[in-house]
């Protein structure tokens, strides 16, 4: 019942830095308070001081619920690397939030983002090996290639095994003595390099996380991408970086763009808000309609829905009021109220949209529950009319990077024209941005880019398969982060 959203779910956010002199622990609580979008389920911290132990504190719930004054002094250190959790196939057991630590030939942390889509086949070759396993995330595949690998330098280990993992991969693994951060050769999942300088001292230290707003809520500043197939290492020499694997193009998820990032997140130079507002004003220039008023499904299709009303001159006004505080409440609302459904987390205005023709922003459309009631509700609420536009493309394939999707039978789009879907979600319009209009408002080409979920073109070669034969043979449900 917290999760009314039936868009794609948020996967998970890293964050990794290498800091002497810094409270290392708090900045790495403010940087998953910024990436909780991200991921809700679970959130995690390993530190560990120069070239002593490394401690660890995960649970189940939001970084705000998982860490107090108290557990946050108990991580002590110059090193840290923490994890926001979103399971991407419903497994949110307290054994798959991260950070990861092994304790093989090396002990070692580690925060994961992705999918990876050799899974199984990893997984027996360690198993063959007598390598135990305590969770059911991929991520401890990676934990424990490395920590088992014999090389006497993590960033070495990281060389050797980056090529043997095939799929999706923003990984922040620390020892007691560095942290190594490392992209997928195709760059699917995005992370980012900054830097912070002490404010007394100025040295200055690094750090890594999912999303630039990370850094501007810890007085960090960005520097750039950590580059696809990179390695990049942090120790007291400062930082070193190393291009160990190629791709022969990279993919980076423009979903990313559309929605997963928060707005005020910077990515390949493009700041989120501006590019979604843009796509807003493709949107209306591809289908105009007669309307009154513009409203956005909050906070979805905000930036949208400002840039549509923008192109089309047209007012733009709040139709829903949210409730922020939805995600907080743990009490079911019992039969008497389960009618009301949505309205926990929207309630629409009679007074704004009454005898209006409304144009309706939003980002995506997944299995179209949600959007459905959103529109029944309007109507409810005395709307003359209700176009929805949408600024994606049609969701027809699940992804395999990381991102929970649902099933292609469960996804409104799929097998259906878009006339059949407006029907079925009972508006007078419907429209969903192309993926040129994408690609025009992103300023950024499609080669570089993987929107398999919009085209059904999966960027890496088998990944279908790999997948089904991954659910077939594991053991237990291996799960991405
Ligand atoms: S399939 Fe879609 S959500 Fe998944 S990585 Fe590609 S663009 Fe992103």
């Known amino acids: 019942m917290n999760d009314h959203r039936d868009g794609p779910r948020d996967e998970c956010g890293v964050f990794g830095i290498y800091a002497p002199e810094h ?3 708090r900045l790495a609580y403010f940087a998953l308070f910024a990436l909780q979008h991200r991921g809700q389920e679970s959130a ?8 002593g132990a490394i401690m660890a504190i995960r649970d189940q719930g939001l970084v705000s619920q998982v860490f107090d004054e108290h557990t946050l002094r108990s991580l002590v250190g110059d090193i840290a690397i923490g994890h ?22 090396r002990t070692l942390a580690l925060a994961h983002n992705g999918n990876l889509i050799n899974a199984v086949q990893l997984h027996s070759e360690l198993r063959d090996h007598d390598i135990p396993f305590r969770s059911t995330s991929d991520s401890e595949i990676i934990a424990a290639l490395l920590a088992t690998h014999p090389a006497d330098r993590i960033e070495d280990a990281v060389a050797d095994v980056l090529p043997r993992l095939k799929g999706a991969f923003s990984t922040v693994v620390m020892t007691e003595d560095a942290v190594v951060a490392f992209r997928d050769p195709h760059g699917i999942r995005p992370l980012a390099l900054g830097m912070i300088e002490h404010p007394e001292s100025g ?31 942090l120790t007291e020499r400062g930082i070193g970086t190393r291009l160990v694997s190629g791709a022969e193009r990279h993919a980076f998820c423009v979903f990313e763009y559309i929605y997963f990032a928060r707005p005020d997140s910077k990515m390949a130079g493009t700041v989120l808000q ?23 499904v909050p906070d979805s299709g905000n930036a949208a829905a400002r840039g549509l009303a923008r192109a089309a001159g047209l007012p733009q006004d709040d139709g829903f009021i949210k409730n922020r505080y939805v995600a907080r ?15 926990l987390k929207f309630n629409p205005l009679p007074e704004v949209v009454g005898g209006r023709r409304l144009v309706v922003v939003d980002d995506s459309i997944v299995r179209g529950n949600t959007t459905r009631q959103i529109v029944q509700m309007l109507r409810e609420a005395g709307a003359a009319e209700v176009h929805l536009r949408i600024s994606a493309p049609p969701i027809k394939h699940p992804c395999h990077y990381g991102i929970d999707m649902s099933t292609r039978e469960e996804m409104i789009a799929h097998g259906r024209t878009v006339a059949e879907v407006a029907g079925e979600l009972g508006a007078d319009s419907l429209h969903y941005l192309s993926l040129a209009g994408v ?13 398999a979920c919009f085209s059904g073109e999966y960027p890496l070669a088998g990944t279908e398969e790999a997948n089904g034969k991954y659910a077939l043979e594991s053991e237990l449900p291996l799960v991405g982060a």
Do not use: K
């Open 84 to 105: 926001v959790r979103y399971s991407t196939t419903g497994s949110s057991e307290w054994e798959n939030a991260q950070p990861i630590v092994r304790d093989d030939h």
């Open 439 to 451: 690609y025009e408002a992103l300023r950024a080409s499609r080669v570089d880019h993987c929107d």
């Open 203 to 233: 040295r200055a230290a690094y750090c890594v996380a999912s999303e630039s707003c990370a850094f501007d809520l810890i007085g960090a500043r960005y520097l750039r991408e950590v580059q696809p197939g990179e390695v990049v290492t």
């Open 274 to 296: 501006v590019a979604r507002a843009r796509m807003g004003e493709l949107l209306w220039q591809e289908a105009p309609v007669e309307a009154d008023l513009v409203i956005p």
């Open 23 to 25: 409270d290392v622990a």
């Open 44 to 51: 995690g911290i390993a530190t560990a001081p120069r070239g």
């Open 329 to 343: 409440t743990f009490i079911q609302p019992g039969q008497e109220l389960r009618r009301h459904g949505l309205r």
